[in-house]
């Protein structure tokens, strides 16, 4: 759910360029001798769209936080479950280290009855 | 829809600005464009000369391009903040976040002794046959007080059945003084001495 939250921000990061951008050509467009009046009307009804659907997220994000914001921080963690994990973790190579130490002592035991 | 609680002032300050800084932003870029496509038509009487005039509209449009690119910037600002004050405040996403973190690392954590204990009873078991056949070898060196691991389940067995015999492939270094009273729980230790149980003597 916060992904989705931050996802739509950042499209609307990209709504912002787009309407920046149709703007631009838009004015562009009518620099030129011979204007193209389909670009151009296409440029702006992007434009206006783009701008309608920046105000109506941002507009929307804003009513969400006024809804949910509490004013307190918040003070849950993850810090027990990833020190458990965390220790699993260390077993385990505390683990493949010991065996590892037996594979060279045999090795070396088989090394020696092999040599004499 | 749920009715707006009562926030500290500094948040709904907060968000009233969010607010006015939107509603400014998207009035300043649509403004300014407006007057710039009004700028760009061309008219046959102007007051100055068109040389003038075309210097005027020139700079006109110079600056609403300005400002426009100053209100973009300032709704990715907006954005940038809206998106911080998410992250701090938005209570339910962060829930799920925290408990979808512990979720993912509690299954990790299981599944890594799941592993450590699948690995233990493997070794466990081919330390049984390793032990047997050391020690009813002839290499074999140990004393009443510590059993190898073998012995210990073979003397396990023959006390819970009595009339079984209590065959033992060692002869020597037994204890003289008769069984333990206390039944053995062989206990696989394998950390330092591996296969050896101590037994409680009475």
């Known amino acids: 759910m916060a992904n989705e939250r931050l996802r739509a921000l950042e499209d609307v990061e990209k709504e912002i360029a787009m309407v920046l951008q149709c703007a631009g050509n838009i004015v562009l467009e009518l620099s030129k001798d011979k204007q193209n009046a389909n670009l151009l009307e296409r440029q702006l009804v992007q434009f206006q769209s783009s701008v309608n659907r920046v105000e109506n997220e941002l507009g929307g994000q804003i009513r969400y936080l006024t809804q949910v914001a509490t004013g307190q921080p918040h003070e849950g963690s993850t810090y027990s479950s990833r020190k458990d994990c965390q220790m699993a973790l260390n077993r385990a190579e505390y683990a493949k280290v010991k065996l590892g130490e037996l594979g060279r ?4 035991m088989l090394d020696q009855q092999q040599a004499s | 829809m749920a009715t707006q609680r009562a926030l500290p002032q500094s948040k709904e300050t907060l968000l009233q600005n969010y607010n006015k800084r939107l509603k400014d932003d998207i009035k300043s870029i649509l403004d300014n464009f407006t007057e710039i496509i009004k700028t760009a038509k061309i008219e046959d009487e102007t007051q100055v000369s068109r040389a003038t005039q075309a210097e005027q509209d020139h700079y006109e449009m110079h600056v609403r391009a300005a400002n426009i690119v100053r209100a973009g ?47 233990r009873d493997e070794i466990a078991i081919d330390l049984y046959e390793l032990e047997e056949e050391y020690y ?26 009595p009339r079984s015999s209590c065959s033992s492939s060692q002869g020597d270094n037994e204890d003289t003084d008769g069984p333990p009273t206390q039944e053995v729980n062989p206990q696989i230790h394998l950390n330092g001495n591996a296969g050896t149980v101590p037994i409680e003597k009475s």
Not at chain 2, 145 to 150: A, T
């Open chain 1, 105 to 108: 002592t045999c090795e070396v």
């Open chain 2, 73 to 119: 910037e300032s709704l990715m600002k907006l954005v940038s903040d809206l998106k911080q004050f998410l992250i701090l405040n938005d209570f339910p996403s962060v829930n799920d976040a925290i408990s979808l973190q512990n979720q993912q690392l509690r299954s990790l954590q299981e599944e890594c002794d799941k592993k450590l204990t699948s690995l």
């Open chain 2, 136 to 161: 009813s070898s002839s290499y074999n060196q140990w004393d009443s007080v510590d059993l190898p691991l073998c012995e210990a389940y073979r003397r396990r067995d023959s006390w819970a059945s």
